[in-house]
């Protein structure tokens, strides 16, 4: 059986907006690019900048779902990048202009709630992106499975809740956590899936208001006895990935 992309997403900044693209030219052994390259990290973080740290370490949309409305618009020739959200103005800065930090660090931390540490610094992942596991991965996302999740909670959900890299249709719900381990051919890239991914309160939000309005761990507990959704994979071979190429399993 094979499948096709069906959506391609980067999230620039973790966490903070989320943009659709056309195409990417995946790399091995690396992450996304342009995705999570950088990270807000709070004012209880240890986190420095000098290497990866776990998210804990950062505002995120489980702790202040409000973020999870933001979208976002990077331009990876002139480093600018636009975020919109539904409560605020838009924003353009230069996230590596540590002199635009300011404006993007009172912007992005009014949508932090009161009872929450606030964001402190931006900072850029060396070397890779700020994925929440060690691990160098893309995330693959199977529409099917989220039609089940829809079906099991009882209305529509945008799938930008799961905040996944790449997502594909045409085959069966939950197939793809049969891929751990296996050589998954996407387009011209080759990625094998290593961890199936475990959500957080993030997915309850909707990402078009930022409110909290859907059961989906309740409902993935409930109904298949985990929290996952997704597989987290290594990119093998180097290649560009289209809206519509095929995904098959090799």
């Known amino acids: 059986m094979t499948g096709s992309v069906t959506q391609i997403w980067r999230h ?29 990290a709070h004012e209880l973080s240890t986190a420095d900048g000098s290497e990866w740290v776990p998210c804990q370490n950062f505002n995120r949309g489980s702790k202040a779902p409000r973020l999870m409305a933001i979208d976002a618009r990077l331009d990876d020739a002139t480093g600018r990048m ?10 353009t800065f230069s ?3 540590e002199a635009d930090h300011a404006r993007f660090l009172d912007w992005a931390g009014s949508l932090i709630p009161e009872n929450r540490a606030a964001s402190a610094r931006l900072m850029r992942c060396p070397r890779r992106g700020w994925t929440d596991t ?40 939950w197939q793809e956590f049969d891929w751990i381990d296996r050589e998954i051919q996407i387009g011209d890239a080759v990625l094998i899936p290593r961890e199936r991914t475990e959500r957080c309160l993030a997915t309850t939000a909707n990402p078009a208001t930022g409110e909290r309005d859907a059961d989906t761990l309740g409902t993935l507990m409930s109904q298949w006895g985990h929290k996952d959704f997704s597989v987290r994979a290594e990119v093998l071979r180097s290649g560009t990935i289209r809206i519509g190429d095929q995904v098959k399993v090799l």
């Open 134 to 173: 060690d691990l160098l991965s893309v995330t693959l996302c199977n529409a099917a499975s989220h039609r089940a999740v829809e079906r099991a909670i009882g209305h529509p959900l945008a799938t930008q809740r799961w905040r996944g890299n790449l997502w594909f249709d045409g085959m069966a719900e």
């Open 82 to 91: 636009t975020l919109t959200h539904p409560d605020l103005p838009d924003l």
């Open 95 to 97: 996230p590596d202009d």
């Open 12 to 40: 620039p900044i973790k966490s903070h907006g989320r943009e659709a693209l056309d195409q990417i030219a995946l790399t091995a052994g690396q992450t996304m690019p342009g995705d999570r390259l950088w990270a807000v």
